[in-house]
């Protein structure tokens, strides 16, 4: 099982419409967590980090669940430009920082 | 501005040879990483570096060397002992070890 796993996608999705990653974790002594976005042939570019009280940041939503050990973005009011991948990392204490994969996310007109 | 350089964008390596990529950060951060990204899946830490001349293996360090002489630089050498060595190779630097990252725009590596 991979430390840190996400839903590939893709997900493929109209305009405005709200869509949700979820990301697992297995480190139960993880302290850190991020989401990137990374476009095709690009550098990953932070997006959020990820507090367990949530924020927020305009249509943008990260949540954290310790308990269940999983983090989520929530994307409100898709637009065009917010197709990419979205990489999700794990920090645990003094350790090293772990990506998934990464989820795929198209946004069509 | 501040920012992460690597250089060059993309580097063809032949057999046998050794390649070396450059990472370069002007930020005043204390570490630096380096990663390999394969198509389709997530970064894989090669090597990092908390400090000047020290630095230490990630999970994939076999055919790979680093120095850093120097604060700012983080140079990454391909061996001829890293047998598939194509991939994109990102270089990032944080301000305190595992805080934010910030990449460089990578390096494309392939084989002729």
């Known amino acids: 099982r991979k430390e840190v796993e996400q839903d590939p996608g893709p997900f493929n999705v109209p305009e405005g419409a709200t869509v949700a990653f979820n990301c697992t974790y297995s480190?139960?002594?993880?302290?850190?967590f991020f989401w990137y976005r990374q476009d095709c042939r690009k550098e990953p570019k932070l997006l959020m980090s990820?507090?367990?009280s949530g924020n927020e940041d305009g249509r943008f939503t990260a949540q954290l669940n310790r308990a269940s050990q999983y983090i989520s973005l929530l994307i409100r009011d898709s637009k065009l430009s917010d197709s990419a991948t979205y990489l999700c990392?794990?920090?645990?204490?003094?350790?090293?920082?772990?990506f998934g994969d990464g989820t795929t996310l198209t946004v069509k007109p | 501005d501040g920012g992460i350089t690597q250089s060059p964008k993309y580097l063809f390596r032949k057999e046998g040879q050794n390649v070396t990529l450059s990472c370069e950060q002007n930020?005043?951060?204390?570490?630096m990483y380096w990663y390999r990204q394969d198509p389709g899946q997530g970064l894989r830490l090669i090597y990092y570096?908390?400090?000047?001349?020290?630095?230490q293996k990630g999970d994939i360090a076999e055919g790979y060397s680093v120095s850093r002489e120097k604060k700012e630089s983080f140079p990454l050498t391909v061996t001829s002992a890293q047998t598939n060595p194509t991939a994109f190779y990102l270089c990032?630097?944080?301000?305190?070890?595992?805080?934010?990252?910030?990449f460089g725009s990578g390096t494309q590596l392939s084989v002729l």
């Open positions: 990820v507090y367990s």
């Open positions: 570096s908390q400090i000047v001349n020290d630095f």
């Open positions: 990032a630097s944080s301000d305190r070890f595992n805080e934010k990252l910030f």
């Open positions: 930020l005043n951060h204390d570490a």
């Open positions: 990392v794990v920090t645990a204490n003094a350790g090293k920082s772990t």
């Open positions: 480190n139960s002594a993880s302290q850190s």
